[in-house]
């Protein structure tokens, strides 16, 4: 919920007479209880809360004129009356003098200028149309003509402060937006008004949007930096946070980054950073399962967010996956970390969404071996964040091990992909084939490992036709599958579907390496899980920057991997900086 507070309404009657100051803001579950006030701050205050404001103007918004045949004329009236009413403040607002000329050739000047009227002459033909008893009424003088319009436009250029009546006209135009009265299409079109932009960030100017960006972006790099358990007894928080800044450059630039100062001291101060010899040192100091268990915290952290933030549907439909992908250019290391045929072995996760896209890098498994473990730790965090509908396991998650663990935290509620062992010997899948008609589904009632009591069930689903040979999809679960065939039909065919909509990370993170990629040459293996976790957060940063609305105005935001290493780096390192020689050169010229 956002709270307006403005003394614009009272000034004009025709300020919607069921005005609202308290209104829904753009993605409202996304959003922080905000509060704005009267724009001290002119222009510049108004762009940056626009989507704020064009939230209001739509709940303000209201048609006061019912006959169409005047309806322009209508507007037209309402809003120069209006505009009228509160130009004094809007004047006082933007700091310009009413001594200098009076009060009613500046609403007049102001009209022009709202209008974009071509000519003083245009002008006072406009204002002509009124009769003699409204010009009055609005507040402006039937004497006053084109000469005079004239010669106090030339009065406030003179003494430079003509700027300020184009800045009071902005304040009024916006003002009246906001509060519900109507406005002439020119108008509209000329300052860029419309009660359909939003929730889109390019809806907005850039300012607007970069706003958007860096305060979602500090939220962000806060959960980081609060997790990042880097010697943090050593150093101090801001040092802990230009540890990201010293990563995104190093990956903006596509540079090792153990030489990154080279490069960083022309734009920004690093006096109070990590360089490049201490991140290694503190890196070669931690062992594999803190760094494992840091970057779990991280990341469970930024899940949490995600799913706070109100974007994803509940309960929860997680798709949980076991990934290989190449190894980010790195040179090939011994099997600590990668498969047979030299990728990485990662686990990732993404939500199954109608309306969402999804996809996020949890951990690094050094072997198959902790699979079962990390499955286990990970349903404990996400069961203690939000209720799960279902859980979807990738085929390499099908040991006994993790079925028990699914069993525990989510029973009822999960599936795990089957591998097809049947080419090879016999077993539940074999069963399954014989009984499977193209097309059609079936249930093994007892199936699974024989020391696992009680056993699951493997339900499957033909993709074949009588014409045509498709693939078998096979589940072990623990549902309840009803016994009607149509019923159950139906149940399995929408496992499948939902297994098919999941979105998978390994594509995705194929894309966005390059620009995440964080070089290094290093054969350590601390090293070497440091540096690819960092790699997997800044993606995961990524995706959430692209899904999750920002907190301050609600907007959706479509980031480039760049401009986000870039917005990351100006937070870590608090802004560039004039470099060093240049500030040496200007004090001492």
């Known amino acids: 919920m956002a709270t307006h507070t403005d003394q614009f309404a009272s000034m004009t009657r025709h300020a919607n007479k069921d005005r609202v100051d308290e209104f829904t803001s753009f993605n409202p579950s996304a959003t922080d209880d905000i509060v704005i006030s009267h724009p001290n701050g002119g222009r510049s205050e108004i762009e940056l809360q626009k989507p704020l404001l064009v939230a209001m103007a739509r709940e303000n918004k209201y048609e ?53 009227l071509d000519s003083f002459e245009e002008l006072s033909t406009h204002i002509s149309q009124y009769s003699p008893e409204e010009i009055e009424d609005f507040g402006l003088h039937t004497a006053y003509g084109t000469s005079t319009y004239t010669k106090a436009a030339k009065k406030l250029r003179k003494e430079d402060t003509f700027e300020l009546l184009i800045e009071a006209t902005f304040i009024t135009v916006h003002a009246l937006f906001w509060n519900g009265v109507p406005i002439p299409e020119s108008v509209k079109n000329q300052y860029d008004l419309s009660y359909d932009a939003g929730p889109a960030a390019s809806d907005f100017s850039r300012g607007t949007r970069q706003l958007a960006l860096y305060t979602l972006a500090e939220d962000l790099i806060e959960i980081v930096v609060s997790n990042l358990d880097f010697q943090r007894s050593a150093n101090k928080s801001r040092e802990l946070r ?46 594999l399962w803190q760094i494992e268990e840091m970057f779990d915290d991280i990341n469970q952290a930024l899940l949490e967010y995600v799913i706070d933030s109100g974007i994803v549907s509940r309960p929860v439909l997680i798709s949980y996956d076991l990934t290989n992908i190449q190894s980010l250019e790195l040179e090939e290391y011994d099997e600590s970390f990668l498969t047979e045929d030299g990728r990485w072995r990662f686990v990732s996760l993404s939500f199954t969404d109608p309306d969402l896209e999804f996809a996020f890098g949890l951990r690094l498994l050094k072997s198959e071996a902790q699979r079962a473990r990390v499955l286990k730790n990970f349903l404990r965090s996400l069961t203690s964040m939000a209720d799960v509908e279902l859980l979807m396991a990738d085929r390499g998650f099908d040991g006994r091990e993790d079925i028990e663990a699914c069993r525990a935290f989510v029973p009822g509620r999960w599936v795990i992909l089957a591998q097809d062992y049947s080419d090879t010997r016999d077993d539940d899948y074999a069963e399954l084939r014989e ?69 998978k990370i390994e594509s995705m993170f194929r894309m966005a390496k390059n620009a995440f990629d964080v070089s290094t040459d290093t054969d350590k293996a601390a090293r070497k899980s440091f540096y690819f976790h960092m790699s997997v957060l800044f993606y995961n940063l990524y995706k959430i920057v692209n899904t999750v609305p920002a907190p301050n105005n609600g907007l959706e935001l479509d980031t480039t991997q760049k401009e986000l290493l870039e917005v990351i780096r100006n937070l870590a390192f608090r802004g560039p900086t004039r470099p060093t020689a240049l500030t040496y050169l200007l004090e001492h010229s």
């Open 435 to 503: 009984e499977l008609k193209p097309g059609g589904t079936a249930v093994v009632q007892d199936a699974g490992y024989e020391n696992l009591h009680p056993p699951v069930r493997l339900i499957g689903y033909s993709g074949s036709t009588d014409d045509t040979v498709g693939p078998v999809r096979a589940f072990y679960t623990d549902m309840d599958v009803p016994s009607d065939k149509e019923q159950q039909k139906e149940l399995i065919t929408q496992i499948n579907f939902r297994y098919n909509q999941r979105a």
């Open 242 to 287: 230009s540890l990201l800044g010293v990563f995104a450059h190093a990956a903006y630039n596509g540079e090792s980054i153990e030489n990154y100062d080279q490069t960083a001291q022309h734009s920004f101060e690093l006096d109070s950073a990590f360089s490049g010899p201490t991140i290694r040192e503190h890196i070669d100091g931690l062992y």
């Open 64 to 116: 006061p004129c019912s006959d169409e045949t005047d309806g322009d004329e209508c507007v037209d009236r309402i809003f120069d009356e209006a505009l009228c009413d509160v130009a004094e403040l809007a004047l006082d607002t933007a700091g310009l003098n009413e001594n200098l000329v009076a009060l009613p050739k500046l609403r007049a000047l102001m009209i022009r200028v709202a209008r974009n």
